[in-house]
């Protein structure tokens, strides 16, 4: 008996005379009120059904569905929300993609810090589920793109010991299955073909009993109980291998996949005909895929078993698809050969609906977290419809998906997407040659290019693995690439960002009364007086801790404030400030006492600073949102007394012009001396208001969240600001740069900080005129003249180099001539820079002789250069001269050059060259 039986075993099902049962192909248990049914209903043990035989009381559409489902759950007394993005970086920091409803509400309420926005609650959330992109087109069910239609209730034991957000039971397992029942039964299903399949479920440190609700081959619906929590001496031991006991906290998380419900009610083939029918029409007209009435069947035939080739549950594809060959008695090449177009426009329609979520929702392309997923999702839809012959656009497509989604933002879809097909067809030009030097290594030690090479070549190039196949087949190769090799990439790159660091927290601080924080009270003040709670000696200095402080803590990309505390007898100075679980400690230089009655003073100049310029920061922003787009979203901040800098989130390096547009309008936003101001609303009602670009830098916990307006933008933050707009002074753009793909940096200075930019840009042009005797407007033109005459001397230099190194060449009859078989070799010491050394040894080398010139000006260096055929390889006898000087070097056979510090040993080492050449010859 598992240790989750009577966690199954619920009232409901004993009054509606379920039976529980286990599966004759699997071993599953499950309940059904068919006592004479043998299996689970799940592929593969069982076969889609409802394929060709539409098993709802109608046929529905996306919408209609969707709407169906909602409005059943409203008049059940639970309330609508609307959904969140998909992605879920937007809102919490600990996973990319939304993955499920239930990630709307981790951490902050399934842990009852904060409470839902409704309870119960339903909501039908767009998800995208990267581990899934293997199986798109090939099980006819897998999208990675689809839409989580859920239920919710949050509960709280009645012995809970402890405050939560949200108290008491809303409903709880009989009322969730029974609930799934009457929807079920609402939308024409015969109740005694639903089977309700026993599957614990855990992740993230909860777990829980949990029901696969199956209903003619298709899980249409899951329902997790969330009780549990990991603990190593727990009483229930989960599939993971962990221990779990009860939680206070106790969560209905449910889930009805929207697209498989739709399937369903239509019956085709595959899921993808139901979603997305007039896309998979014009891939199929665009693709020339025409079949025949008999090839229709088939494909109608095998797509029923097409539920046995999930690659979570096989071990070989290949041989499933074999398997599936032969119950259709055709054979697997023929059937084959018949799917594969197929199977590749549904991902391609897929693939398209997930980028038009993805961009839609802000993500840029970019080499790290969601845009890094993104990134791989539009490569590979590029070369599947290469591999279909589709000469479309790959925008037209998304573009078509983003119109019935209705996002409002589709220019710019287009333009992120036709930007980043560009940079892909760049970035395949350099990969194509790693391929082939790959290809030749392996070719040479007769071993197959491994997975880990392909991964690599897919995150640094950009290349997919049949284009590895292809290029490594014409030389015999073989690749070892696995059936989820896409999957493997997504979960590589979707740990990135989602795995939040453990800080070490110091436990002397830990009973100590959460910190009076002033400086929001008024942001003006600069002296307050406070009692000293506790003070703690650390390795340098102190720190101590206040019941009050109008001190700011760092956080949120803004420094700490500076200053003094004094007990009238005793100045220390406070060189930093930090917050831990509400505790704010403040470093200091020497021991203010323990108890002792302080007043406290901010140094008055740095706050001001640190104000302004976290006031611009916010207007950089939002100037930068409405020149370049809504998709742009902070990537990063920092504040500092003398200038900061944003990181943007932006699909296109930015030009100059542009630059000067985004300072031009943060100026002006500076001169319409707007009001700053503060509010702590719910935030819920938050999020509803103003969306989840709130959270520009960071996400704040608890139930009500700082809201800082400056005009119409509007962002939850936690630092200091000035009162209106026009005490910034000005803001000036410093400079920009690509700190990574998809990552543009704006460094600006605010108020005096600017001021003192420009001077010293004014500083700099004076000087700059002064050397060139120009007034200060003529000194663009003027340096560009000195540029471009310098650049033309340059030429002289390098001609009259090359004219003198000829001449040297024509005078070699002083250095030494030696012969090397049937050449002739000069050996010569020239004391030049390497230009000309370089230049001189060319020079012979064109002339038909193989040259040995040294210098002794930069230590001592070697050029060796051989004329085609000469027995010599050049970088052999270069390694082995640079070696008798204390250096190295080395090059291809016919031009390399090296050397080393010791200039002493040069002349020795020419003197060894006829001796080496003389050798080098016999042995080639």
């Not at 029918?277 to 020339?288: D, R, S």
């Not at 302080?598 to 600073?609: L, M, N, P, S, Y």
């Not at 504040?639 to 699909?651: C, P």
């Not at 050996?827 to 040294?854: F, H, P, S």
């Amino acid at each position: 008996m598992s240790d989750l039986e009577e966690a199954y075993r619920l009232e409901y099902f004993e009054t509606e005379d379920f039976v529980r049962k286990q599966c004759s192909e699997c071993g599953s248990f499950f309940w059904t009120r068919d006592p004479d049914r043998e299996t689970c209903g799940e592929p593969p043990c069982d076969e889609y059904e409802f394929i060709d035989n539409p098993s709802l009381d109608r046929e529905y559409t996306l919408e209609e569905m969707r709407e169906k489902f909602l409005s059943f759950f409203e008049a059940h007394d639970h309330e609508r929300i609307e959904p969140y993005p998909v992605a879920a970086n937007r809102w919490r920091d600990d996973v990319l993609l939304t993955q499920a409803s239930i990630y709307d509400f981790q951490p902050l309420v399934t842990s009852g810090k904060t409470p839902p926005p409704a309870n119960p609650l339903t909501i039908s959330q767009p998800c995208i589920r990267m581990q899934d992109i293997d199986n798109v087109g090939k099980t006819g069910r897998h999208t990675m793109a689809f839409e989580m239609m859920a239920h919710h209730a949050f509960n709280v034991r009645e012995d809970a010991d402890q405050e939560y957000a949200y108290d008491g039971e809303v409903y709880w397992k009989d009322e969730t299955v029974e609930l799934c029942d009457e929807f079920f039964v609402e939308m024409g299903v015969d109740p005694e073909e639903i089977t309700y399949i026993e599957d614990p479920w855990v992740g993230g440190g909860n777990a829980g009993p949990a029901f696969e609700v199956l209903y003619r081959g298709a899980e249409l619906a899951t329902l997790v109980f969330m009780s549990m929590e990991q603990d190593p001496e727990g009483e229930y031991e989960m599939k993971d291998g962990n221990r779990y006991s009860p939680m206070d906290t106790y969560i209905v998380d449910t889930g009805y996949g929207l697209e498989r419900w739709t399937w369903v009610s239509q019956g085709t083939p595959t899921v993808y005909e139901a979603i997305y029918p007039e896309m998979i029409e014009f891939l199929k007209e665009k693709a020339a895929i025409e079949l025949t009435a008999e090839e229709e069947a088939l494909i109608h035939r095998a797509s029923k078993l097409a539920g046995r080739l999930d690659i979570d549950e096989v071990e070989d594809v290949d041989a499933a698809r074999e398997t599936i060959a032969a119950e259709l008695d055709v054979e697997a090449a023929y059937i084959d050969e018949l799917m594969s177009p197929l199977e590749d426009i549904y991902a391609i329609a897929d693939h398209a609906r997930t980028l038009a979520y993805m961009f839609g929702d802000g993500i840029v392309p970019s080499n790290v977290g969601t845009g890094y997923l993104a990134r791989m999702v539009l490569r590979r839809t590029v070369r599947l419809l290469e591999s279909v012959d589709i000469e479309v656009p790959i925008a037209d497509l998304v573009d078509m998906q983003a119109e019935r989604l209705e996002y409002q933002n589709r220019e710019t879809i287009r333009d992120i997407v036709d930007s980043e097909v560009e940079k892909y067809q760049e970035t395949l030009e350099r990969g194509g040659r790693r391929v082939r030097q790959l290809a030749e290594e392996h070719a040479e030690s007769g071993t197959p290019i491994p997975e880990s090479a392909l991964v690599e070549l897919y995150d640094s190039h950009g290349i997919q693995p049949d284009m590895v196949e292809e290029i490594a087949a014409e030389y015999g190769v073989a690749v070892e690439t696995p059936d989820n090799f896409y999957g493997l990439v997504a979960e590589r790159h979707d740990k990135e960002g989602g795995e939040t660091a453990q800080e070490t927290r110091d436990s002397r601080f830990a009973d100590l009364p959460e910190t009076e924080q002033l400086y929001y009270d008024d942001q003006y003040r600069t002296e307050f007086e406070a009692i000293v709670l506790d003070v703690f000696e650390r390795e340098e200095g102190y720190d101590v801790v206040l019941d009050q402080t109008m001190f700011y803590p760092e956080g949120g990309g803004q420094p700490a404030d500076h200053g003094t505390l004094s007990t009238g007898e005793n100045t220390v100075t406070v060189l930093d400030v930090q917050i831990e679980d509400g505790v704010i400690r403040h470093h200091t230089d020497d021991n203010p006492g323990k108890g002792e009655f302080v007043t406290g003073q901010i140094d008055v100049e740095r706050r001001r600073r640190l104000m302004r310029h976290h006031t611009a920061t916010h207007v950089v922003i939002d100037a930068a949102r409405s020149v370049l787009g809504d998709h742009v979203r902070q990537a990063g901040a920092q504040k500092g007394t003398d200038s900061s800098r944003i990181d943007i989130r932006h699909f296109e390096r930015l030009n100059r012009e542009t630059v000067e547009e985004i300072e031009r309008r943060a100026n002006r936003t500076v001169m319409e001396d707007l009001h700053v101001h503060q509010e702590w609303p719910d935030r819920h009602e938050a999020e509803e208001t103003y969306g989840f670009d709130l959270y520009q830098g960071g996400i704040p916990a608890g139930q009500n969240i700082r809201l800082i307006h400056v005009g119409e933008d509007v962002q939850a933050c936690g630092g200091t600001h000035v009162a209106r707009t026009g005490e910034i002074g000005a803001i000036k753009i410093l400079s920009t740069e690509r700190v990574q793909d998809g990552v543009e940096r704006l460094t600006f200075a605010a108020g005096e900080a600017a001021v003192e930019h420009v001077e010293s840009m004014e500083r700099d042009l004076l000087a700059a005129a002064a050397t060139f005797d120009v007034s200060p407007a003529d000194v663009p033109a003027t340096a560009e003249r000195f540029f471009e005459e310098w650049k033309e001397r340059g030429k002289q230099i390098e001609q009259l180099k090359e004219q003198l190194a000829e001449a040297r060449a024509a005078g070699a009859e002083s250095g030494e001539r030696v012969s090397v078989g049937e050449w002739e070799a000069v050996i010569k010491r020239l004391d030049v820079d390497m230009d000309e050394l370089r230049a001189t040894a060319n020079a012979l080398a064109e002339d038909g002789t193989i040259a040995v010139v040294a210098s002794g000006v930069d230590g001592a260096q070697f050029v060796v250069a051989a004329p085609d055929g000469a027995p010599v390889n050049a970088g052999a006898v270069v390694s082995e001269l640079a070696s008798r000087v204390g250096g190295g070097g080395g090059g291809p056979a016919d031009f390399a050059q090296g050397g080393g510090p010791n200039v002493d040993a040069l002349d020795e080492a020419l003197e060894a060259v006829p001796e080496l050449l003389e050798s080098r010859a016999e042995a080639n």
